[in-house]
């Protein structure tokens, strides 16, 4: 007979090991989900946004704006290794982080219980690093076409510093003003960031058109897109990768992960089919780029509310997202005329505060009871929430419109930020880097105006690409 202690030693051993092997699944669970939603994140920005805003400009201007979205990864990745995830997410006043993960020391295969328990620091620092690297991508919608390529560098660089860190510091980070569970005075709710990446990208993109003042043949119409195939191909690759970009931000495969996933979609949906509808009412005929850029209001709106709204709340979400942001972009800034060349604050800057104000509204415990057993949106009957999201709205956006026009001064007087009239009417991929998007070669290859005054060759060479190249005959294809 065995003794009754002996059994229960045993019984409790056999629990302990149970017990570790759940947790150890259930890390490696969570670890490999987050990994897979870091490479989405990244997919949105190269190649998704680099084809949705390269497919939107003239041909002329292609490379440089895709360009800008993959230089964005090299500059927010290293300031991220150096100095921006310790500013964000180590502890230090409520404004920015501290340097204690400079150099993402101590950041290794540990987590950190401030921010999960069941994955890696390191997995959670390249998660979170992959917003950084879109959100200035963003920005670069409203400059396109006539920005210098080193004042983009320059701008990105220091947008980083000066906004997006005490930001998201702010927001998301131990002890930070915004933060809803981790010490912050105002509670506002941000699930994947509708304030720390839409608001102040577009915003700051605001400042910029305004800054940079219209394109020379800008009037007051859109520009037609060179190629809306290649929108289409990024804006699908972008509503793919921001299922990570929102379910990933749960930080768990969970169920709010699953939640999260399924209001993306949703609001992507239907804000997809209000802009479409409306877009077809006024002008008699649907249009595949008012319905992708309706699918990306949507996928903006829900952001913030990803992870504390049901679907049907989400679905909501995206018919105010899709009808106000089309007013924006089709309406107001046309009376306004600003030439915010991509749409970035008519998309992303309304359609990320619309979010932030959805998620005070329809956030419900029985969701994500961030609160414990207290109420969390109005929905719950916490209208104070509101409130909170309002203030978290407005104080993105101060920082955004204050920072970016005193770098905007900064860089404008150290280097200058706007190219040659020459240059600009020229198209950027020649005249800032040397190359061109397309080179047809006919039955008879290149045929240079040079060499064919009359044109009684058939084209399909550089000249037809780039009219007027005579006077771009010093560029050297290197």
Not at 315 to 320: E, N, P, T
Not at 415 to 435: K, P
Request: charged share 10%; with cysteine; aromatic share 10%.
């Amino acid at each position: 007979m065995i003794p009754v202690a002996t059994l229960a030693d045993d019984v409790s051993d056999r629990l302990a090991t149970l017990e570790a092997a759940a947790a150890s699944a259930q890390s490696a669970a969570d670890n490999g989900w987050v990994l897979l939603c870091s490479a989405l994140v990244l997919l949105m920005t190269i190649p998704g946004l680099a084809l949705f805003y390269g497919g939107l400009v003239r041909q002329k201007n292609v490379i440089s704006t895709m360009l800008k979205s993959l230089i964005c990864v090299g500059i927010a990745t290293l300031m991220w290794a150096f100095v921006g995830y310790s500013l964000v997410f180590s502890e230090g006043n409520a404004f920015i982080g501290g340097l204690d993960f400079a150099f993402l020391n101590g950041v290794g295969g540990v987590p950190n219980p401030d921010y999960s328990t069941t994955i890696p620091q390191q997995t959670f620092m390249i998660f979170q690093l992959m917003f950084a690297v879109i959100t200035p991508a963003l920005i670069t919608g409203a400059f396109a076409e006539r920005i210098r390529f080193p004042a983009k560098i320059a701008f990105t660089s220091l947008w980083l510093l000066v906004v997006y860190y005490p930001l998201a510091h702010m927001v998301w980070g131990k002890g930070g003003f915004l933060n809803a569970v981790l010490g912050g005075s105002i509670p506002a709710l941000d699930f994947a960031g509708g304030t720390v990446v839409h608001v102040s990208s577009g915003v700051s993109a605001l400042v910029c058109a305004i800054y940079l003042g219209r394109r020379v043949d800008y009037h007051d119409s859109p520009t037609p897109p060179h190629s809306t195939v290649l929108s289409l191909i990024g804006a699908a690759l972008l509503w793919f990768g921001w299922f990570g970009f929102n379910a990933g931000s749960a930080l768990s495969a969970n169920a709010l992960a699953a939640n999260a996933f399924v209001t993306t979609h949703f609001a992507a949906a239907s804000s997809m089919l209000a802009w479409t509808l409306i877009d077809w009412f006024k002008n008699g005929k649907p249009t595949a780029i008012g319905a992708i850029s309706g699918a990306v209001a949507g996928l903006v709106g829900i952001t913030p509310a990803a992870g504390f709204v049901s679907p049907m709340s989400a679905i909501i979400i995206g018919l105010l997202a899709g009808s106000a942001c089309y007013v924006m972009v089709v309406e107001v800034k046309k009376f306004f005329g600003y030439d915010d060349t991509l749409d970035v604050f008519g998309i992303h800057g309304i359609g990320g505060a619309i979010g932030a104000v959805a998620t005070g509204l329809f956030a419900t415990r029985l969701i994500n009871p961030i609160f414990g057993e207290g109420p969390v949106g109005l929905a719950d009957g916490n209208s104070s929430q509101i409130l909170n999201q309002l203030a978290g709205i407005a104080i993105a956006a101060l920082l955004a419109a204050v920072g970016t026009l005193a770098i905007l001064k900064f860089v404008d007087v150290l280097i200058g930020l706007r190219v040659s009239q020459t240059d600009e009417i020229a198209g950027l991929d020649a005249t800032q880097h040397g190359e061109i998007a397309y080179v047809f070669e006919g039955p008879f290859g290149l045929i240079h105006d040079s060499e064919d005054p009359d044109h009684k060759t058939p084209r399909g060479g550089i000249d037809d690409i780039l009219p007027g190249t005579k006077t771009l005959a010093a560029v050297r294809m290197k």
